[in-house]
């Protein structure tokens, strides 16, 4: 069913995207494990790498380092990081896939005129190539990832770039606690998905909004800004 232009006009709504549009645990726990099995660290399982991804890549090598108690130096680290890159760019695409409802969801909201972007702690030109590769790089302005903003989420910064100006209404809309903290600090509501990648309960992070379908996510939207003073 069509979304109602008096709802959407002008809106500007800002995603992030691992664990929000797209399923892409496997293909990071797949570079993940390319860069510390080496080091003699035990295999990192999918379910696990859900809990680390939120806060970028060096946080998710750390993390694993971390729950095996295994040393990690600053030199190391970006070492790992360059191999990580690496081995993630080189088929970034593979076993990831989006959650369901996302082309039909976003198809929508542009129809019924709102401005989308990507508010995302992934490396842009990885989150470039990733969007291109599922298709989904057509629905929106822009993408900001960590180094086309001045501070990555939680910062309020990232929401604010990603927005853009001159909208009637926002949203950041996300699955774990940077989002919700960085929309909190930009000064606009948020929506948390349960299904996503989160250290903490979904229910238990303070968004605005906590839903299970992203094809949820224009209900939920038009339920926070109609109960928004004029």
């Given at each position: 069913?069509?979304?109602?232009?008096?709802?959407?006009?002008?809106?500007?709504?800002?995603?992030?995207?691992?664990?929000?549009?797209?399923?892409?645990?496997?293909d990071?726990?797949?570079?993940?494990?390319?860069?510390?099995?080496?080091?003699?660290?035990?295999?990192?399982?999918?379910?696990?790498?859900?809990?680390?991804?939120?806060?970028?890549?060096?946080?998710?090598?750390?993390?694993?380092?971390?729950?095996?108690?295994?040393?990690?130096?600053?030199?190391?680290?970006?070492?790992?990081?360059?191999?990580?890159?690496?081995?993630?760019?080189?088929?970034?695409?593979?076993?990831?896939?989006?959650?369901?409802?996302?082309?039909?969801?976003l198809?929508a909201?542009?129809?019924?005129?709102?401005?989308?972007?990507?508010?995302?702690?992934?490396?842009?030109?990885?989150?470039?190539?990733?969007?291109?590769?599922?298709?989904?790089?057509?629905?929106?302005?822009?993408?900001?990832?960590?180094?086309?903003?001045?501070?990555?989420?939680?910062?309020?910064?990232?929401?604010?770039?990603?927005l853009?100006?001159?909208?009637?209404?926002?949203?950041?809309?996300?699955?774990?606690?940077?989002?919700?903290?960085?929309?909190?600090?930009?000064?606009?509501?948020?929506?948390?998905?349960?299904?996503?990648?989160?250290?903490?309960?979904?229910?238990?992070?303070?968004?605005?909004?906590?839903?299970?379908?992203?094809?949820?996510?224009?209900?939920?939207?038009?339920?926070?800004?109609?109960?928004?003073?004029?």
């Amino acid at each position: 069913m069509p979304l109602s232009r008096a709802v959407f006009e002008n809106t500007s709504i800002a995603f992030d995207l691992d664990g929000t549009l797209v399923d892409t645990a496997p293909d990071l726990v797949r570079a993940l494990n390319a860069v510390i099995l080496p080091r003699g660290l035990r295999p990192v399982l999918v379910s696990d790498v859900r809990e680390m991804v939120g806060r970028g890549a060096r946080a998710m090598i750390q993390r694993a380092h971390d729950r095996q108690d295994a040393s990690l130096a600053p030199d190391e680290m970006d070492e790992l990081f360059d191999a990580f890159i690496e081995s993630y760019k080189s088929d970034v695409a593979a076993d990831s896939v989006l959650f369901p409802r996302v082309h039909e969801t976003l198809d929508a909201l542009r129809a019924a005129g709102a401005r989308l972007s990507v508010c995302t702690n992934k490396p842009s030109g990885l989150a470039d190539l990733l969007l291109r590769e599922l298709a989904l790089d057509q629905h929106f302005e822009r993408v900001i990832g960590p180094e086309r903003t001045r501070a990555k989420k939680p910062a309020a910064d990232h929401v604010h770039e990603a927005l853009g100006t001159g909208f009637s209404h926002a949203a950041m809309v996300g699955d774990s606690a940077p989002d919700v903290d960085a929309a909190r600090a930009a000064g606009v509501p948020s929506i948390v998905l349960s299904y996503g990648y989160s250290e903490k309960p979904a229910g238990s992070l303070g968004a605005d909004r906590l839903i299970h379908e992203f094809s949820d996510v224009p209900e939920a939207l038009a339920e926070i800004w109609r109960a928004m003073p004029d």
